[in-house]
Protein backbone atom coordinates (compact mmCIF):
# COMPACT_ATOMS: atom_id res chain seq x y z
CA UNK A 1 0.00 0.00 0.00
CA UNK A 2 2.59 2.38 0.83
CA UNK A 3 4.16 1.40 -2.18
CA UNK A 4 1.71 2.01 -4.31
CA UNK A 5 0.99 5.78 -2.53
CA UNK A 6 4.82 6.19 -3.35
CA UNK A 7 4.49 5.13 -6.69
CA UNK A 8 0.90 7.31 -7.90
CA UNK A 9 2.46 10.21 -6.26
CA UNK A 10 5.54 9.98 -7.81
CA UNK A 11 5.74 12.11 -11.45
CA UNK A 12 8.89 9.98 -11.96
CA UNK A 13 6.78 6.88 -12.54
CA UNK A 14 3.86 5.75 -14.93
CA UNK A 15 1.02 3.07 -15.08
CA UNK A 16 0.72 1.13 -18.33
CA UNK A 17 -2.58 -0.72 -17.71
CA UNK A 18 -2.51 -2.23 -14.04
CA UNK A 19 1.51 -2.56 -14.01
CA UNK A 20 3.64 0.08 -12.73
CA UNK A 21 6.93 0.81 -14.40
CA UNK A 22 9.44 1.00 -12.14
CA UNK A 23 11.99 1.86 -15.22
CA UNK A 24 12.31 5.37 -13.40
CA UNK A 25 12.34 5.30 -10.43
CA UNK A 26 15.12 7.51 -8.90
CA UNK A 27 17.27 5.98 -5.61
CA UNK A 28 17.95 8.11 -2.86
CA UNK A 29 22.04 8.56 -2.86
CA UNK A 30 23.84 8.00 -0.15
CA UNK A 31 27.91 8.36 -0.41
CA UNK A 32 30.49 9.26 1.78
CA UNK A 33 33.04 11.72 1.10
CA UNK A 34 36.57 12.32 1.73
CA UNK A 35 37.96 16.15 1.48
CA UNK A 36 41.92 16.07 0.33
CA UNK A 37 43.74 19.17 2.24
CA UNK A 38 47.16 18.54 0.67
CA UNK A 39 50.52 20.24 0.71
CA UNK A 40 51.58 21.68 -2.56
CA UNK A 41 55.13 22.15 -3.41
CA UNK A 42 57.21 23.10 -6.26
CA UNK A 43 57.58 19.66 -7.20
CA UNK A 44 55.14 18.31 -9.86
CA UNK A 45 55.87 14.68 -9.78
CA UNK A 46 56.16 14.71 -5.76
CA UNK A 47 52.62 16.85 -5.15
CA UNK A 48 51.04 13.77 -7.47
CA UNK A 49 53.20 11.00 -5.61
CA UNK A 50 51.76 12.27 -2.36
CA UNK A 51 48.10 12.76 -3.27
CA UNK A 52 48.15 9.10 -4.88
CA UNK A 53 49.26 8.37 -1.40
CA UNK A 54 45.91 10.27 0.26
CA UNK A 55 43.56 9.00 -1.96
CA UNK A 56 44.67 5.36 -1.01
CA UNK A 57 44.06 6.34 2.42
CA UNK A 58 40.79 8.17 1.50
CA UNK A 59 39.80 4.83 -0.05
CA UNK A 60 40.98 2.60 2.75
CA UNK A 61 38.74 4.96 5.13
CA UNK A 62 35.96 4.04 2.89
CA UNK A 63 35.50 7.26 0.61
CA UNK A 64 33.72 6.46 -2.66
CA UNK A 65 33.89 10.27 -3.54
CA UNK A 66 37.20 11.83 -2.93
CA UNK A 67 37.88 15.54 -4.04
CA UNK A 68 41.03 17.28 -4.44
CA UNK A 69 42.24 20.74 -4.00
CA UNK A 70 42.57 24.31 -6.31
CA UNK A 71 46.27 23.44 -7.88
CA UNK A 72 46.99 20.07 -6.66
CA UNK A 73 49.93 19.97 -9.21
CA UNK A 74 50.90 23.36 -8.79
CA UNK A 75 51.71 26.54 -6.57
CA UNK A 76 48.78 28.50 -7.10
CA UNK A 77 50.40 31.71 -8.84
CA UNK A 78 50.24 33.36 -11.92
CA UNK A 79 53.48 32.92 -12.44
CA UNK A 80 53.35 29.32 -12.33
CA UNK A 81 50.27 28.89 -14.40
CA UNK A 82 52.19 28.31 -17.47
CA UNK A 83 54.87 26.11 -16.79
CA UNK A 84 52.82 23.39 -14.93
CA UNK A 85 49.82 23.64 -17.20
CA UNK A 86 48.98 20.37 -19.24
CA UNK A 87 46.61 18.96 -21.74
CA UNK A 88 43.53 17.31 -20.58
CA UNK A 89 43.34 14.04 -20.58
CA UNK A 90 46.79 13.12 -22.04
CA UNK A 91 49.23 14.97 -19.52
CA UNK A 92 50.54 13.30 -16.20
CA UNK A 93 47.99 14.61 -13.89
CA UNK A 94 45.02 13.81 -15.83
CA UNK A 95 46.34 10.06 -15.93
CA UNK A 96 47.47 9.56 -12.44
CA UNK A 97 43.75 10.95 -11.92
CA UNK A 98 42.35 8.09 -14.39
CA UNK A 99 44.62 5.83 -12.78
CA UNK A 100 43.46 6.53 -9.48
CA UNK A 101 40.04 6.69 -9.60
CA UNK A 102 39.83 3.24 -11.43
CA UNK A 103 42.29 1.46 -9.15
CA UNK A 104 40.51 2.21 -6.07
CA UNK A 105 36.87 2.04 -7.70
CA UNK A 106 35.97 5.97 -6.58
CA UNK A 107 34.81 8.84 -8.16
CA UNK A 108 37.29 11.31 -8.08
CA UNK A 109 37.38 15.19 -8.67
CA UNK A 110 40.43 16.13 -9.54
CA UNK A 111 40.81 19.19 -7.63
CA UNK A 112 41.96 21.87 -10.59
CA UNK A 113 45.25 21.86 -12.81
CA UNK A 114 46.10 24.43 -15.40
CA UNK A 115 45.31 23.72 -18.39
CA UNK A 116 46.51 24.16 -21.76
CA UNK A 117 44.20 24.32 -25.04
CA UNK A 118 44.47 26.34 -28.47
CA UNK A 119 46.82 28.98 -26.87
CA UNK A 120 44.97 29.48 -23.83
CA UNK A 121 45.40 28.84 -20.35
CA UNK A 122 42.25 27.89 -17.98
CA UNK A 123 41.53 26.75 -14.45
CA UNK A 124 40.42 23.37 -15.02
CA UNK A 125 38.45 20.89 -12.64
CA UNK A 126 38.06 17.08 -14.24
CA UNK A 127 36.32 14.55 -12.95
CA UNK A 128 37.11 10.41 -12.94
CA UNK A 129 34.07 7.55 -12.60
CA UNK A 130 34.76 4.49 -11.36
CA UNK A 131 36.41 3.26 -14.50
CA UNK A 132 38.80 5.56 -14.52
CA UNK A 133 36.94 7.75 -17.49
CA UNK A 134 36.32 11.28 -17.64
CA UNK A 135 33.03 12.10 -17.05
CA UNK A 136 33.28 16.05 -16.75
CA UNK A 137 35.35 18.90 -17.03
CA UNK A 138 34.71 22.32 -15.74
CA UNK A 139 36.93 25.40 -16.59
CA UNK A 140 36.64 28.49 -14.13
CA UNK A 141 34.05 30.98 -14.94
CA UNK A 142 34.68 34.03 -12.68
CA UNK A 143 38.60 34.80 -12.83
CA UNK A 144 40.08 35.72 -9.25
CA UNK A 145 40.99 39.01 -10.09
CA UNK A 146 40.99 41.51 -6.72
CA UNK A 147 42.62 44.13 -5.50
CA UNK A 148 42.90 44.56 -1.01
CA UNK A 149 45.23 47.25 -0.18
CA UNK A 150 47.54 46.19 2.32
CA UNK A 151 46.14 42.82 2.44
CA UNK A 152 45.45 40.73 -1.20
CA UNK A 153 46.11 41.54 -4.81
CA UNK A 154 45.81 38.81 -7.38
CA UNK A 155 44.86 38.80 -11.08
CA UNK A 156 44.53 35.60 -12.60
CA UNK A 157 43.24 36.96 -15.84
CA UNK A 158 46.52 38.27 -16.66
CA UNK A 159 47.63 34.84 -17.52
CA UNK A 160 44.26 32.91 -17.51
CA UNK A 161 41.00 32.37 -20.01
CA UNK A 162 38.03 32.58 -17.99
CA UNK A 163 35.57 29.79 -19.21
CA UNK A 164 31.89 29.78 -20.63
CA UNK A 165 29.87 26.52 -19.71
CA UNK A 166 28.79 24.66 -16.29
CA UNK A 167 29.48 20.91 -15.79
CA UNK A 168 27.23 18.70 -13.82
CA UNK A 169 28.02 14.81 -13.53
CA UNK A 170 25.90 11.98 -11.60
CA UNK A 171 27.29 9.71 -8.77
CA UNK A 172 24.32 7.11 -9.26
CA UNK A 173 21.45 8.72 -9.17
CA UNK A 174 22.49 12.21 -7.22
CA UNK A 175 23.35 15.20 -9.77
CA UNK A 176 26.28 17.25 -8.77
CA UNK A 177 27.40 20.75 -10.13
CA UNK A 178 31.23 22.34 -9.85
CA UNK A 179 32.87 25.81 -9.42
CA UNK A 180 36.46 27.03 -8.56
CA UNK A 181 37.21 28.61 -5.48
CA UNK A 182 35.57 32.18 -6.71
CA UNK A 183 32.80 30.97 -8.56
CA UNK A 184 31.36 30.14 -4.90
CA UNK A 185 30.84 33.89 -4.14
CA UNK A 186 28.84 34.17 -7.57
CA UNK A 187 25.00 32.96 -6.37
CA UNK A 188 23.91 32.95 -9.79
CA UNK A 189 26.37 29.68 -10.75
CA UNK A 190 24.87 27.86 -7.46
CA UNK A 191 21.55 29.11 -8.54
CA UNK A 192 21.98 27.65 -12.20
CA UNK A 193 22.84 24.04 -10.76
CA UNK A 194 19.98 24.40 -7.73
CA UNK A 195 17.40 25.20 -10.85
CA UNK A 196 19.05 22.16 -12.94
CA UNK A 197 18.30 19.56 -9.86
CA UNK A 198 22.01 19.36 -8.45
CA UNK A 199 22.42 18.01 -4.49
CA UNK A 200 25.21 18.70 -4.34
CA UNK A 201 28.13 21.60 -5.10
CA UNK A 202 31.73 21.13 -5.43
CA UNK A 203 34.21 23.99 -4.98
CA UNK A 204 38.33 23.10 -5.11
CA UNK A 205 39.44 26.21 -3.70
CA UNK A 206 42.50 28.09 -2.10
CA UNK A 207 41.46 31.28 -0.22
CA UNK A 208 44.07 33.06 1.46
CA UNK A 209 44.65 35.14 4.79
CA UNK A 210 43.11 38.46 3.81
CA UNK A 211 39.50 37.11 2.85
CA UNK A 212 39.89 33.58 4.11
CA UNK A 213 38.40 34.36 8.12
CA UNK A 214 35.83 36.84 6.57
CA UNK A 215 34.46 34.74 4.15
CA UNK A 216 35.22 31.41 3.74
CA UNK A 217 32.67 29.60 5.48
CA UNK A 218 30.03 32.17 5.18
CA UNK A 219 29.87 32.14 1.42
CA UNK A 220 29.16 27.91 1.63
CA UNK A 221 26.95 28.30 4.28
CA UNK A 222 25.41 30.97 2.64
CA UNK A 223 25.23 29.03 -0.89
CA UNK A 224 24.38 25.66 0.77
CA UNK A 225 21.05 27.32 2.93
CA UNK A 226 20.12 29.41 -0.85
CA UNK A 227 19.74 26.20 -2.82
CA UNK A 228 19.34 23.47 -0.11
CA UNK A 229 21.96 21.72 -0.98
CA UNK A 230 25.51 19.82 0.05
CA UNK A 231 28.71 22.31 -0.52
CA UNK A 232 31.95 20.73 -0.59
CA UNK A 233 35.44 23.20 -0.61
CA UNK A 234 38.48 21.87 -0.85
CA UNK A 235 42.14 23.58 -0.20
CA UNK A 236 44.96 23.44 -0.03
CA UNK A 237 47.01 22.65 3.02
CA UNK A 238 48.49 26.18 4.33
CA UNK A 239 52.23 27.16 2.88
CA UNK A 240 54.40 29.26 4.21
CA UNK A 241 55.53 30.62 1.33
CA UNK A 242 54.60 32.86 -2.23
CA UNK A 243 50.58 32.28 -1.47
CA UNK A 244 49.23 31.46 1.54
CA UNK A 245 46.15 29.32 1.67
CA UNK A 246 43.63 29.69 4.45
CA UNK A 247 43.12 25.28 4.48
CA UNK A 248 40.05 24.92 6.32
CA UNK A 249 38.08 22.42 3.85
CA UNK A 250 34.87 22.00 4.77
CA UNK A 251 31.40 19.97 4.29
CA UNK A 252 28.20 21.87 5.01
CA UNK A 253 24.94 20.63 4.61
CA UNK A 254 21.59 21.26 2.98
CA UNK A 255 20.21 23.17 5.97
CA UNK A 256 23.43 25.63 5.84
CA UNK A 257 25.11 23.96 8.94
CA UNK A 258 29.11 23.19 8.75
CA UNK A 259 29.35 19.33 9.20
CA UNK A 260 33.44 18.84 9.45
CA UNK A 261 35.99 21.01 8.69
CA UNK A 262 39.88 20.60 8.74
CA UNK A 263 42.93 22.84 10.49
CA UNK A 264 45.11 24.34 8.37
CA UNK A 265 47.69 21.58 7.58
CA UNK A 266 47.58 18.45 5.84
CA UNK A 267 44.78 16.56 6.29
CA UNK A 268 41.60 14.42 5.01
CA UNK A 269 38.01 15.21 6.08
CA UNK A 270 35.08 13.00 6.15
CA UNK A 271 31.26 13.29 5.84
CA UNK A 272 28.24 11.45 4.50
CA UNK A 273 26.10 13.05 1.99
CA UNK A 274 22.61 11.49 1.93
CA UNK A 275 20.54 13.31 -0.99
CA UNK A 276 17.31 12.55 1.78
CA UNK A 277 18.28 15.64 3.60
CA UNK A 278 18.18 18.08 0.57
CA UNK A 279 14.53 16.64 -0.43
CA UNK A 280 13.91 16.97 3.63
CA UNK A 281 14.84 20.48 3.91
CA UNK A 282 13.47 21.29 0.50
CA UNK A 283 10.22 19.77 1.70
CA UNK A 284 9.69 21.37 4.81
CA UNK A 285 11.18 24.93 3.89
CA UNK A 286 9.66 25.28 0.45
CA UNK A 287 11.29 28.03 -0.68
CA UNK A 288 11.70 27.36 -4.38
CA UNK A 289 7.57 26.68 -4.61
CA UNK A 290 7.31 30.26 -2.95
CA UNK A 291 9.61 32.62 -5.10
CA UNK A 292 7.57 35.40 -6.24
CA UNK A 293 8.60 35.33 -9.81
CA UNK A 294 5.47 36.80 -10.59
CA UNK A 295 6.49 40.29 -8.74
CA UNK A 296 10.33 40.22 -9.04
CA UNK A 297 10.28 41.62 -12.60
CA UNK A 298 7.58 43.72 -11.91
CA UNK A 299 9.50 45.64 -9.01
CA UNK A 300 12.89 45.56 -10.82
CA UNK A 301 11.46 47.63 -13.68
CA UNK A 302 9.90 50.30 -10.73
CA UNK A 303 12.95 50.04 -8.26
CA UNK A 304 13.17 54.17 -8.64
CA UNK A 305 9.28 53.84 -7.00
CA UNK A 306 10.93 51.65 -3.36
N1 LIG B 1 41.69 31.01 -5.97
C1 LIG B 1 40.71 31.83 -5.79
O1 LIG B 1 39.81 31.95 -6.60
C2 LIG B 1 40.72 32.59 -4.49
C3 LIG B 1 39.40 33.22 -4.15
C4 LIG B 1 39.47 34.03 -2.90
O2 LIG B 1 40.42 33.95 -2.14
C5 LIG B 1 38.34 34.89 -2.60
O3 LIG B 1 38.44 35.64 -1.62
O4 LIG B 1 37.33 34.86 -3.30
Known sequence: ?????????????????????????????????????????KDKLENLKSVSKLIETAKQKGAELVALPECFNSPYGTNFFKEYAETIPDGPSSKMLAEHAKKHNIYLVGGTIPERDNGKIYNTCTVWNPNGELIAKYRKIHLFDIDIP?????????????????????????KVGLGICYDMRFEELAKLYRLSECKLLIYPGAFNMTTGPMHWEL??????????????????????????AWGHSQITDPWGKVMVSAGHEEEIIYGDIDETECDKVRQ???ISNQRRLDLYDTIKRSTSKI
Open 1 to 41: MIIQNLVRNSPLCTRRGTTYNFGQFKMSTKIKAALIQCNVG
Open 150 to 174: GGITFKESEILSAGRELATFHIKDM
Open 219 to 244: IQRSRANDNQVYVLAISPARGDKGYI
Open 284 to 286: QIP
